[in-house]
T-cell receptor
Framework: KQEVTQIPAALSVPEGENLVLNCSFTDSAIYNLQWFRQDPGKGLTSLLLIQSSQREQTSGRLNASLDKSSGRSTLYIAASQPGDSATYLC???????????????FGKGTHLIIQP | EPEVTQTPSHQVTQMGQEVILRCVPISNHLYFYWYRQILGQKVEFLVSFYNNEISEKSEIFDDQFSVERPDGSNFTLKIRSTKLEDSAMYFCASIRDRGDNEQFFGPGTRLTVL
């Protein structure tokens, strides 16, 4: 059974710092990996999706990397801002059925606070 | 930009009552999902739905749960006899087709069972 772990569980840093959030998964047979942002009491906003054949994806100040063989992904946030404060979730889709209908397995998230 | 919508945003019900949570997926999407998140815990997959039938379901999705696409736009999750432990945030998600990997999530319905 796939297990997704995110470290650290919480992080508080001053504005302007670059930071790295970590995600690990136990079964490397994934179809893709998706990073989400969740604000308190709100839904999930997709940030980046990395296909199993890719090594990284970038969107603005965000960069996500994937090392499928070692079961790891990182989300790099450059020049952090108070508006980045949220919980960041990592989720993987199993690869055995070729994608499509499969449900995602989520980590518990990293609760990030950017101090002004 | 198209988005997944969910109603109601908050539902309060008594234990043992039936509830129906509603979702309107993005209009040209073909695969639909329900997830739940108990307060302080991980988001958990419940069920996926394609071509008017369940594609996959988790062990959480027992006989108390059912899903339906009653018309061309709505996708519903029914809980027949709610329990206290069903209190959670329920998220609907959709993707366009098999080759489209990014799941788009709705804002969620907070279900409170008293």
């Amino acid at each position: 059974k796939q297990e997704v772990t995110q470290i650290p569980a919480a992080l508080s840093v001053p504005e302007g710092e670059n930071l790295v959030l970590n995600c690990s998964f136990t079964d490397s047979a994934i179809y893709n990996l998706q990073w989400f942002r969740q604000d308190p009491g709100k839904g999930l906003t997709s940030l980046l999706l990395i296909q199993s054949s890719q090594r990284e994806q970038t969107s603005g100040r965000l960069n996500a990397s994937l090392d499928k063989s070692s079961g790891r992904s990182t989300l790099y946030i450059a020049a952090s801002q108070p508006g980045d404060s949220a919980t960041y979730l990592c989720a993987v889709r199993p690869g055995y059925s070729g994608g499509g209908a499969d449900g995602l397995t989520f980590g518990k998230g990293t609760h990030l606070i950017i101090q002004p | 930009e198209p988005e997944v919508t969910q109603t109601p945003s908050h539902q309060v019900t008594q234990m043992g009552q039936e509830v129906i949570l509603r979702c309107v997926p993005i209009s040209n999407h073909l695969y639909f999902y329900w997830y739940r998140q108990i307060l302080g815990q991980k988001v958990e997959f419940l069920v996926s739905f394609y071509n008017n039938e369940i594609s996959e379901k988790s062990e959480i999705f027992d006989d108390q749960f059912s899903v339906e696409r009653p018309d061309g736009s709505n996708f519903t999750l029914k809980i027949r006899s709610t329990k206290l432990e069903d209190s959670a945030m329920y998220f609907c998600a959709s993707i366009r087709d098999r080759g489209d990997n990014e799941q788009f999530f709705g804002p969620g319905t907070r279900l409170t069972v008293l």
